[in-house]
C-alpha cells in the first residue's frame, strides 16, 4: 500500500497596491492612516473634514465611537505621536460645529 505524500498547494499573494511613500515609525495604525492622508493633501495647507468623513477614514464603526471619544483618544493621540517622532508633515486641528454637524479644520505645517 505505497501512498503518495499529498502534496501541499501553495497560494502566492501578489499585493496590486505598493505604498511608496516612507512612513515614519507610528505606534498606532490611525497615524499613519492619518499621514497618508495628509500627504496626498498637503498642496492645500488647511482643509475641513466632517466627523462622518474622519470616521469613514479610520474605519470606526457607526456606534462605537462619538465625538469627545474620538477626539480624546485618537486625533489628540496622534497629534502627540506626530511632535514625538519629529514626522516631516505637522498638523493642528479646529472643530467647528455647523447645523448640527461637526467639521473638523486640518492645518498644515
Known amino acids: 500500500m505505497d501512498r503518495e505524500p499529498k502534496k501541499i498547494k501553495s497560494v ?3 499585493k496590486d497596491h505598493k505604498i511608496t511613500v516612507d ?3 507610528f505606534k498606532s ?5 492619518l499621514y497618508m492622508e495628509l500627504q ?6 488647511s482643509f475641513y ?4 468623513e474622519l470616521k469613514t477614514l479610520f474605519q470606526v464603526p457607526e456606534d462605537s465611537y462619538i465625538y469627545s471619544h474620538l477626539r480624546i483618544r485618537v486625533l489628540d493621540i496622534i497629534q502627540k505621536e506626530f511632535e514625538e517622532i519629529n514626522s516631516p508633515i505637522k498638523f493642528s486641528y479646529e472643530v467647528m ?3 448640527c454637524k461637526i467639521k473638523i479644520k486640518f ?3
Open 23 to 25: 512612513l515614519p515609525k
Open 97 to 99: 460645529k455647523e447645523d
Open 29 to 33: 495604525i490611525y497615524a499613519k492612516i
Open 107 to 109: 492645518n498644515i505645517e
Open 12 to 14: 502566492r499573494r501578489v
Open 40 to 45: 496626498k493633501k498637503k498642496s492645500e495647507k
Open 49 to 52: 473634514m466632517t466627523l462622518e
